[in-house]
């Protein structure tokens, strides 16, 4: 079948070689081939010996084969080649190897071919190709900062996630490390610290774990990052892969919140303090004050036969004391709203009667002003009277307070719905729009206000809870300069 003669030896090496050999005449049909070839590709002898070697050559190499093998033929020189082999389980197989020519008499005989199986080794140069690929799309599109180090600390990737954080562009950057460039002053000792000992010991308390810190920008401005660092080994070194995220904004955003708690836990413990102080303070006066009254009470029915002057004198101290009384009742009611100890003692009441007698008993609050009952439902309901006074009463004086040089204030009550609505109007200063929803607060008054009228801001933070605790809703309706009308509602009871 061939006329090449081997000898034993060569036989034997031929034989059981791990590289693919193979004899071809030179159309190209196959002539001898050993086991190993035979083997890789998944063929018997004599599915092979006979055949052209181009049935088994990848299609898409088979003309780049033919040059190839004609040059080697025609110009008695031997051809580098890689070629991709189909086997017979339709799989590839690729072969780097060595194509010669034998002559005789001067005529090309047959050609040789030896090659390795490289098939593995390029799969994976092909896969890792895919996986830098992968990873360089990776590093394009993250959503975040990566950038990688090395031991020497310089900045090996720079992703275009991290040059719009930072600033510094990858050509601007490469090759620097991070301590000349984006780690600040403070951290930067420990940082190289740090790296040493990693180095040194593969201790790394900062790395897999998510810390939050400043970074400096190309401008040098520092600002907070949250940053992930990774260890990995490639080629015996390691390299430090840093993933960064920009949290300026959530901290500055944080960072407000923590100075508003602060003001009012601030502002909360001053109020306390305040409580404290009011509930103190107006209880030691109420002692002596309720002495003084009595006094005076005494006076007063003894004074039957006084002079006019001193009867008038004792009078008006009666009338400041039951002003004073009041006040400090009021600023015990704030320690017992505190407390939650505001205690309401409910009767069934006229409205209309109560109103007229409540307004009668307090047109001393002002001189300068009439206080008229508009309208006024005749109906009955449940409430504290004693309590109720008191909130008319602080309706009443702000309306007297807050409208100097008017002449009037009116009082409504009317049935709507399930309720009973009370309202107080004045013609005076009225209230700026931006405090209406603050002006129930405790100890909250108005600017202007405060600059002008003396208060203590306690009286409509009272007036509220005495109307909350009634099931009642209290509010204002007001215009600057025009004036306001304070409503609340009960509901009615029977
Ligand atoms: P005080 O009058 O002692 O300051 P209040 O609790 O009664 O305390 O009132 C709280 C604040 O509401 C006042 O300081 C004032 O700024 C505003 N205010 C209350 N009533 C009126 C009113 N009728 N007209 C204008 N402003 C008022």
């Not at 050999?21 to 002539?31: K, R």
């Not at 040789?112 to 896969?127: A, D, L």
């Not at 900062?145 to 930072?166: G, L, M, R, S």
């Not at 040493?196 to 900062?206: A, C, D, I, R, W």
Request: with cysteine; charged share 25%.
């Amino acid at each position: 079948m061939h006329d090449i003669n081997f000898e034993n030896h060569f036989r034997d090496l031929f034989e059981n070689t791990n590289d693919l050999v193979y004899f071809l005449n030179i159309d190209g049909i196959i002539q001898l081939v050993n086991p190993a070839w035979l083997s890789t590709l998944g063929y018997k002898e004599d599915e092979a010996i006979g055949r052209s070697i181009y049935d088994f050559v990848h299609p898409d190499f088979i003309e780049n084969y033919k040059i190839i093998r004609r040059d080697v033929i025609l110009n008695n020189k031997t051809g580098d080649v890689e070629i991709p082999f189909i086997t017979k389980q339709n799989e590839i197989i690729i072969g780097e190897g060595q194509l010669g020519c034998s002559y005789k008499n001067g005529k090309p005989i047959y050609t040789r071919c030896v090659y390795k199986n490289i098939t593995s080794r390029k799969f994976s140069e092909k896969q890792i190709h895919e996986s830098e690929k992968r990873l360089k799309s990776f590093f394009a599109s993250a959503p975040v900062a990566v950038i990688v180090i090395d031991e020497a600390q310089q900045i090996v990737e720079w992703n275009p996630k991290a040059e719009n954080i930072f600033g510094f562009t990858k050509e601007e950057i490469s090759g620097k490390t991070l301590s000349e460039t984006i780690i600040p002053g403070q951290y930067r000792e420990a940082h190289n610290r740090g790296m040493h000992h990693f180095l040194k010991t593969g201790e790394g308390p900062v790395l897999n774990k998510s810390i939050e810190i400043t970074a400096l920008n190309k401008s040098g401005k520092e600002f907070y990052i949250s940053l992930n660092i990774s260890n990995v080994m490639i080629d015996d070194r390691w390299l430090f892969v840093a993933f960064i995220t920009d949290i300026s904004e959530r901290k500055k955003t944080e960072d407000a919140l923590i100075k508003k708690e602060a003001e009012l836990l601030q502002s909360k413990l001053l109020d306390e303090k305040k409580d404290e102080f009011i509930s103190i303070a107006s209880h030691e006066l109420k002692t002596p004050l309720t002495t003084i009254k009595a006094y005076l009470h005494v006076a007063l029915k003894k004074c039957k036969d006084c002079p006019e002057e001193v009867s008038m004198y004792l009078s008006k101290m009666s009338q400041l004391m039951s002003k004073l009384t009041f006040l400090l009742d009021e600023l015990l009611d704030i320690s017992k709203i505190q407390l939650g100890k505001l205690n309401i003692s409910p009767s069934e009441v006229d409205v209309n009667i109560f109103l007229e007698e409540t307004l009668n008993s307090i047109q001393h609050i002002t001189n300068n002003h009439q206080i008229i009952i508009d309208k006024n439902a005749t109906v009955k309901t449940v409430f504290d009277p004693v309590r109720l006074e008191q909130v008319i009463v602080n309706l009443v004086s702000n309306a007297a307070k807050y409208s100097p040089g008017r002449d009037k204030i009116i009082v409504n009550s009317v049935v709507e719905n399930d309720e009973i609505l009370i309202s107080v109007t004045d013609y005076g200063i009225g209230i700026p729009g931006e405090n209406i929803d603050k002006i129930f607060n405790r100890f909250y008054r108005v600017d202007e206000s405060d600059r002008q009228f003396s208060g203590l801001g306690i009286g409509l933070f009272i007036s509220s809870e005495i109307v909350k605790q009634h099931g009642g809703k209290i509010w204002v309706e007001s215009n600057v300069g025009e004036g306001s009308t304070f409503n609340f509602t009960l509901p009615l009871l029977n």
